[in-house]
C-alpha cells in the first residue's frame, strides 16, 4: 500500500503523503477501530533509544532544514518522536488485537501546553507515511448520514516495514514507558464545581501513588494459551467503558487513575490496569512475580450498600426474586438492577423498561416480561426511590472509596493488589489477608459484614 523509502529512483518520484492517504483502501469498519494517541507515553532503554535514532535520522533526511534547530525545538522534536513511535509500537506489540489504528490529532489547540510539536509530528507523518513505516487514512471532516458534520482524526499503523525495525531494535513492552499524570482525574465537570479535589479524595492521591509503584515493579503475566482465547469480541462483550479502560493485551497499562464524573461525589473508580480488561475466568490464570494468583469479590455489592443506607442488611440474592433462580434469570435480575440504577428519568419516576436483545430467553418459563419487571420491583421495594435518578455514579464514589481502603490494607502489609472495580486480585498465599482487608474496609463504611466471593 506504501512504498519503501529505498525502492524509490529519480524515475519514479516520491509520492507526497497526501497522495498515499488517498491511495490507502480502508474499510470504515477498519478505520473505527483505533486508540487516541496516549501522550505520556515515550520510549526507554537502549531498545527505545535505538528506535528513536533510526527513525529520527530517515525524518531528516526527507527535511530540507538548512539551520540548526534551537534546543528547544529540538528536544521537542525528539519527544514528538518518541511519543509517536511508542504509541505505534504498543499498538502493534498488543496481544489480543494489532490492527488498531492510532488516531492522531493535527491541529495546534491539541499540542498546546504539551511537551510534542505539531510541526515535528507533521514531519514524522509525512516522513514515515513516504518511507513505507506506517499507513492510514488522513483526518479531516467527514458527514453523518443526516448530513451533520464531524471531524476524524488521522488514522496510522505500524507497516509490516517498520515491525520489523522494532523487531531489529528488539522493541517489547520493556521499552515502553508511560508517565502517570495527575491519578485524580474529574471529566465533565459542572460549572461552579471546584477544580481541587475535597480533602477526603486528596488523602487518596498518596495511597495510589505508592500503590502505583508497587505494581509497576511487580512482574504480571498471562499464560500464552490464555491470550489466545482472548479475542476481541469477547472483551467487547465485556461492556467496559472504552475511554477509561487500557486496551485488553496493552501491557503497558498499569498505572491506576481514580476517575471522577461531574463532580466529585459521582465515579471515583479505578482505571488504567490492562488485567481489568481480561475475562474473569483469565484473570485466575495471572502471575504475580511468577506466583498463582486468587481473586476475591464483593457480592451484590451496590444492592448491599443500598440496603445499608436504610439500616437494613440485604437477605437473599437481589438479583433473583422467589424460585426464579437459574443462572439465565439471574443474570437478567443483575442487568435490570443495573438499567434502573443507572437510567436518569425527568421525574424521577419509574418507567417500562422494554426487554433488551437476549432478555427473552433468560426469562422464567411461562413468565412474560411484564410479570416478571413487576415481580422484580416489588422485591426490591425497600429501595425504590434509590432507582432512575442515576444513582449509580454516586454509589461507584462509595465502592471507590471502599477499594482505595482495601489497597492501602493491603499496601501496609506490601501485598502486590490488582483491582477490578469491586473485585481484588492477589498472590494466592495472600487470600486470607485479602478477605480481613475487604472485610475492614467495608464494615468501618457500613457497619454491615459484606458478602465476599
Known amino acids: 500500500m506504501t512504498q519503501a523509502l529505498d525502492d524509490q529512483t529519480p524515475d519514479r518520484p516520491r509520492p507526497s503523503a497526501a497522495e498515499l492517504f488517498r491511495r ?46 534551537k534546543p528547544e525545538a529540538a528536544k521537542s522534536r525528539v519527544l514528538t518522536a518518541s511519543t509517536l513511535l511508542a504509541n505505534l509500537a504498543s499498538l502493534a ?10 488516531a492522531v490529532p493535527f491541529n495546534r489547540n491539541a499540542y498546546a501546553n504539551t511537551h510534542l510539536s505539531l510541526s515535528a509530528m507533521s514531519m514524522f507523518r509525512d516522513a514515515m507515511l513516504t518511507s513505507g513505516l506506517i499507513e492510514g487514512s488522513a483526518g479531516g471532516r467527514r458527514m453523518r448520514p443526516d448530513d451533520t458534520a464531524f471531524g476524524w482524526l488521522t488514522r496510522m499503523r505500524a507497516t509490516p516495514t517498520l515491525r520489523t525495525i522494532f523487531a531489529d531494535c528488539r522493541i517489547s513492552y520493556a521499552s515502553i514507558r508511560r508517565t502517570v499524570g495527575d491519578v485524580l482525574i474529574l471529566r465533565d465537570r459542572k460549572a461552579g464545581v471546584p477544580t481541587d479535589p475535597p480533602i477526603d479524595v486528596e488523602t487518596t492521591r498518596q495511597t495510589l501513588a505508592i500503590v502505583n509503584r508497587r505494581i509497576e515493579a511487580a512482574k504480571i503475566e498471562l499464560p500464552q494459551d490464555a491470550w489466545a482465547r482472548v479475542t476481541p469480541g469477547i472483551v467487547d ?41 481480561l475475562p474473569k475466568r483469565e484473570r485466575l490464570l495471572l502471575t504475580i512475580d511468577g506466583e498463582a ?83 422484580f420491583q416489588r422485591r426490591l421495594a425497600p429501595i425504590a426511590d434509590r432507582f432512575w435518578i442515576g444513582e449509580g455514579l454516586r454509589l461507584q464514589r462509595e465502592d471507590s472509596d471502599i477499594a482505595v481502603s482495601v ?32 472485610t475492614k474496609a467495608y464494615r468501618e463504611k457500613f457497619y454491615y459484614h459484606p458478602t465476599i466471593k
Open 407 to 438: 489497597l492501602a490494607t493491603m499496601e501496609e502489609h506490601g501485598v502486590t493488589t490488582l483491582p477490578v472495580h469491586d473485585s481484588f486480585i492477589v498472590p494466592k498465599q495472600h487470600r486470607q489477608l485479602l478477605r480481613y482487608a475487604m
Open 293 to 375: 494468583v486468587a481473586e476475591l469479590d464483593y457480592g451484590q455489592l451496590h444492592p448491599s450498600i443500598l440496603y445499608a443506607r436504610i439500616h437494613e442488611e440485604l437477605e437473599g440474592d437481589a438479583y433473583t426474586v422467589g424460585d426464579w433462580t437459574s443462572p439465565p434469570t439471574r443474570d437478567l435480575g443483575k442487568t435490570t438492577f443495573a438499567r434502573m440504577l443507572n437510567t436518569t428519568t425527568d421525574d424521577g419516576e419509574p418507567r417500562a423498561i422494554q426487554m433488551a436483545d437476549g432478555d427473552a430467553e433468560k426469562l422464567p418459563p411461562g413468565v412474560t416480561w411484564e410479570e416478571y419487571l413487576a415481580a
Open 24 to 69: 490507502a483502501q480502508f474499510t470504515g469498519e477498519e478505520l473505527r477501530n483505533f486508540r487516541h494517541l496516549d501522550p505520556e507515553r515515550t520510549l526507554a532503554g537502549d531498545a527505545g533509544a535505538a528506535l528513536l535514532s533510526r527513525v529520527v535520522s530517515l525524518a531528516e533526511t526527507h527535511e530540507a532544514r538548512q539551520r540548526a534547530l
Open 93 to 102: 506489540l498488543n496481544r489480543v488485537d494489532d490492527t488498531r489504528f492510532l
Open 237 to 277: 462483550a465485556m461492556h467496559l467503558e472504552e475511554e477509561d479502560r487500557a486496551p485488553a493485551g496493552d501491557l503497558v497499562g498499569k498505572s491506576l487513575v481514580r476517575l471522577f464524573k461531574y463532580d466529585w461525589r459521582h465515579g471515583g473508580r479505578l482505571y488504567g490496569g490492562w488485567w481489568m480488561s
